[in-house]
């Protein structure tokens, strides 16, 4: 493999406690703001309110020595290869997190319900596209 992952900025939110913060966005994850490196502005320039948006992040606090886990920490449930969970830890913590944009401010951009840690390295945005037909 070639190059490496860049951080292209950071979230800011109120979420601070790994333990404590919603596992899903729709599980009272709060509003939180992406703020962009200044030097990639213009990628984000036909962003607008109302889009939605897949935001990578890098989770940062994650264990990347873990290959398998009781699936949400519950261990009544069967021990789980991470690559059938979303648990955060494992071998490269890479967050997908669907959001909507409410406000662009510049390199600011406040988005809905995101379920990441105050601090977390961003490494992408890309839109949410239509899904296809199935069959096509």
């Excluded at 648990?87 to 406040?110: A, Q, W």
């Amino acid at each position: 493999m070639t190059g490496e992952l860049r951080v292209i900025g950071t979230v800011r939110s109120t979420l601070t406690d790994r333990a404590a913060a919603p596992r899903q966005a729709d599980e009272g994850a709060p509003d939180a703001w992406i703020v962009l490196d200044d030097d990639v502005a213009p990628a984000a320039a036909d962003l607008r309110a109302g889009d939605e948006l897949v935001v990578v992040t890098w989770l940062h606090e994650a264990d990347r020595d873990v290959l398998v886990t009781h699936p949400r920490d519950d261990t009544t449930r069967p021990p789980t290869g991470v690559f059938s969970t979303r648990s955060p830890d494992r071998p490269n913590p890479l967050g997908l997190h669907t959001t909507r944009v409410l406000e662009v401010d510049g390199v600011r951009l406040h988005v809905d319900a995101l379920e990441a840690l105050d601090g977390t390295p961003v490494v992408d945005l890309k839109p949410v596209l239509p899904r296809r037909p199935q069959g096509r």
